[in-house]
């Protein structure tokens, strides 16, 4: 069985890691999520995290305009 094709770039913002990702599988599912990454040093677990996964589109304005969304989010839960 062939694996999928998972590309993922990773981004930092206010000290929460962030994974990008272009997921495509066996040709007939194609996945492009942005996820802000639990902590494990602190302790967090996707469950204790205040974030969800976000979706974005096929175009470079989809992919901006969630980033923004993520980062204005990570924004209002920085203490």
Do not use: C, Q
Request: proline letters at 4%.
């Amino acid at each position: 069985m062939e694996l999928p094709d998972m590309n993922n770039v990773y981004v930092t913002h206010k000290g929460k890691e962030i994974s990008i990702s272009d997921h495509k599988n066996w040709g007939n599912w194609h996945g492009r999520e942005i996820a802000v990454l639990p902590d494990k040093d602190k302790g967090e677990t996707w469950e204790s995290i205040p974030y969800d996964i976000t979706f974005y589109g096929r175009s470079l304005d989809s992919l901006i305009s969630r980033l923004i969304d993520v980062r204005d989010e990570i924004d209002s839960h920085d203490t």
